[in-house]
Nanobody, 115 residues
Framework: QVQVVESGGGLVQAGESLRISCEVY????????MGWYRQVPGKERAMVAI???????SYAGSVKGRFTISRDVTKNTVYLQINSLKPEDTAVYYC?????????WGQGTQVTVSS
């Protein structure tokens, strides 16, 4: 059974930094892609950053230069470093893990940025 567990969210001030983490259990080593998405009430979940098995990264235009996705293959963990936080970054951040034939989501971690 694959489990995806996010952690590290919280309440921060605008301009501060935060790192959120996502650890995958039960997937073995066959993770093809890991990514972060975010969602605010009333809007669809949107991609923030993804990282492929070979380390290639991709970012949403609105976060380029401020967000950095990285991965520790030995720990099946993906991180999202968020710098210069803005109030509009407030959202629930979800981790997505893609295996060869399945797609898994975590329960989400809330990031709230106060101005």
């Amino acid at each position: 059974q694959v489990q995806v567990v996010e952690s590290g969210g919280g309440l921060v001030q605008a301009g501060e930094s935060l790192r959120i983490s996502c650890e995958v259990y039960g997937s073995g080593s066959d993770i093809r892609l890991m990514g972060w998405y975010r969602q605010v009430p009333g809007k669809e979940r949107a991609m923030v950053a993804i990282i492929t098995g070979d380390g290639t990264t991709s970012y949403a235009g609105s976060v380029k230069g401020r967000f950095t996705i990285s991965r520790d293959v030995t720990k099946n963990t993906v991180y999202l470093q968020i710098n210069s936080l803005k109030p509009e970054d407030t959202a629930v951040y979800y981790c997505n893990v893609r295996l060869p034939f399945d797609n898994y989501w975590g329960q989400g971690t809330q990031v709230t940025v106060s101005s």
